[in-house]
């Protein structure tokens, strides 16, 4: 796919400020991070820098203060570079002495400005071992404090959590086989696809590929990790041809299909997807055929985190597959995480990158055989067939879209993208979209900041045209993971259906998950919980019945150990009709008013209001009211 830089936008905007004279004039701070896995190419020098710079917009002056140290051969050179974006070069600006620090100061042309205000400049030292340029930086707009300032607010609608099954480890998805309405089917992380009865909360395993996972537990035994089992899906033909997909974090066992290691360096680990059989789908007792396993895929993971994992059938009857951005920090090489430097992202990062499958959503069927593996098939109409970028991508510019789902009503695909250090998102993706990761985290742009943790900046720079913004975002003061949930097409909650709900992982990794939804205008609302102040729990995922009724998944430790997962249904409380919270006259006068003609009070959920909806609602008339 071409990379066309919009600079348009960035030029208009910075000239306007500055012709705007001294009545607009302000001063603009810069950070300038320089290591070596900046330049062009890389470097593994172990020299760095830091360096702050200013821009004062009344006279177009340019100062600056830059110190560095450790580099491997004495200093020849060095500039400030432009106009160029990270992973490409420029000639020279401004020439600065030697020697650490370097302080000084110029005016600029109305062009220079424009370069600077969009991030296309940057220093480069040279020395005598990297004539080219032994470390750089790029100079970029100052961290944003506070990217969403107020809160997200309480909604109208309360809801209550209803417990139906206890004793997972860590459920993070829940799904119904397409025939069968009376289960859930869910994943959970430690290797178990639980079958749960929803009449009563009885749980069998279904499937169990505890023994194909990479150990569990990145920092040691009982400790946190985004690997394991994350995600099924059911065939749409599952009655007649039984086949349903897993996709699995599994050790390096076999060459990888798609990878973005550099030569001779391992991954941490494999995404597997695979295709299982049950032998008679309309048998309640028939369970997986665990010797029926056909791989489809294998993918390279360069870290353990980012793995994303959901997968779905669309209403095409194509599989999606979710895959993060191959883990680290930042989406980038060179940053020291859990003790080693970041590989397997390149300058650019994988989420940009259509050449290869990370950071994307990918949609293939799997009875096919045209793919190069011969495995499954690529759709022709897939945006990157015959062109420019891998055939599989459906959509790009992710970070981690750990779950993601289609609105049954309408097709629609919605994603939860966890963000990096700032702004957590919610995306309705269409197919060739790019999704903006890593130039932009939610609707702001991205610094990826050297070897140094990345932030976001309200300043636009210049990034590749056509980003796709959220429809919904909030930052960190609010929550550090988003979990992608379902649009409500179920009959219990009348004042919820058509609205997408999701959650929060936990605020500060400390079981304070939080449950959410989208409002009028896409505005985020928190549910008001009936009899519990907060949910308690690290929210994992989401599940969505045959009806339409949403569960969700949790435990009390937000890891993969242990049997605190519990998987708990949102409804309301009984008797309650227009989500309230209070058992009232409204309730009664919606009740009356479908009696016998519509299921708009049908609280035994039989499909009609009658007699035994109107007993429900006086024997908890008054509850939960002033």
Known sequence: MPRVLNLSSAMVIALAVVSGGAAMAQVVPFT??????????????????????????????????????GLVAPEVAAHFHGPAVMCQAAGVQIGLPFGSPKVGSQILTATQVAQVLSGQWYVNI???????????????????DDPIPGGIATGSIHVKLQPVASGLTAPNWGTTAPGDASRLFVVDQDGKLWAIRLSDGAKRVFLDVSGLLVPLGAFGPGTFDERGFLGVAFHPNYQSNGLLYTYTSQPLSGPADFSTMPIGQNANHQAVITEWHVPDPGDPDSVVDPGSARVLLRIDEPQFNHNAGCLNFGPDGLLYIA??????????????????????????????????????ILRIDPLGNNSTNGQYGIPADNPFVNGPGVDEIYAMGFRNPFRFSFDSATGDLYVGDVGQNDIEEINVVVKGGHYGWNHKEGSFFFVPNGKLAGYVTDRPLSVPGGLIDPIAQYDHDEGISVIGGFVYRGNRIAPLRGRYVFGEFAVQFDNDGRLFHLGDGNQILEFPLVDQAVVGLSILGFGQDGKGELYLMANSTGIPFGNTGVVLRITLRAGDLDGDGCVGQSDLGILLAAFNSTSGGDLDEDGDTDQSDLGILLANFGAGCP
């Open 323 to 360: 895959l993060g951005d191959g883990g680290g920090a930042d989406d980038k090489d060179g940053q020291n995480f859990i003790g080693q430097p970041i590989i397997g992202h390149g300058c650019i990062g994988n989420g940009a990158d259509n050449t290869n499958v990370l950071g994307d």
């Open 126 to 144: 040279h020395s005598s071992a990297f004539p080219g340029g032994e470390i750089r930086g790029q100079v970029m707009p100052a961290a944003l």
């Open 32 to 69: 300038i991070v320089l290591d070596g896995a900046q330049e062009v190419p890389p470097n593994d020098s172990p020299g760095s820098g830091v360096g702050t710079a200013t821009l004062d917009l009344g006279n177009n002056l340019f100062s600056w203060n830059i110190t560095f140290s």
